[in-house]
């Protein structure tokens, strides 16, 4: 996914409602929320603070409401995007410009702007237990230098690594990652350190 500098940008390159994120952007910009972009789409803050978020997808565009669990939603639009997974997160889907309503729309914002002052917020867990996958605690087994290694990153990198072996669904696979991560974990390089500034 293409990051853009500019709101002006993201939304003319957007591949599907251009017509709808117009629109929802000129509801937004009518509040008193600060639009920047973030992640190379458009975002929409008070006090610094995330409050909605705007994209386009492959078959919907919308708004995201950074702390939408907190919203009551008495119209029931809102979705989980990823249900077990996401926790605060709630989006607000349109495939037609006529589907939009203007007022109800400023009603959510509003909501939302309110909940963001009062401080409504759900932080992400941060005290995850390590789980470590019997691939890698294999590996451990046969290594005590790779093990030690392995406990010298933070317990965050630790997850990233445990998680990334994890997610792989055939064995095989979990093997190969297993072998993929080896070498920089001795190295002492996180998983994601490429990304980190």
Request: charged share 30%.
């Amino acid at each position: 996914m293409k990051a853009y500098k500019t709101v002006d940008a993201y939304i003319l390159n957007a591949q599907y409602g251009k017509e709808i994120l117009i629109v929802l952007r000129e509801i937004l910009c009518s509040t008193e929320l600060t639009e920047t972009v973030k992640w190379g789409a458009p975002v929409y803050t008070i006090n610094d603070k995330n409050v909605i978020g705007l994209g386009s997808f492959k078959s919907y565009s919308g708004l995201w409401f950074y702390q939408g669990v907190f919203l009551k939603d008495e119209a029931g639009v809102l979705v989980n995007a990823s249900e077990g997974i996401t926790k605060a997160l709630r989006q607000w889907r349109f495939t037609s410009v006529n589907e939009i309503d203007y007022q109800l729309i400023l009603e959510y914002v509003h909501e939302a702007i309110e909940n963001q002052k009062q401080g409504k917020e759900l932080k992400p867990e941060r005290d995850k237990k390590l789980v470590i996958p019997e691939e890698l605690q294999t590996a451990f087994d046969n290594d005590k230098n790779l093990e030690n290694a392995f406990l010298s990153f933070t317990p965050g990198c630790q997850r990233e690594f445990a998680g990334y072996v994890f997610e792989a669904k055939r064995a095989e696979t979990r093997e190969n990652r297993v072998q993929k991560i080896v070498p920089m974990i001795l190295e002492k390089r996180g998983l994601n350190d490429k990304y980190k500034k």
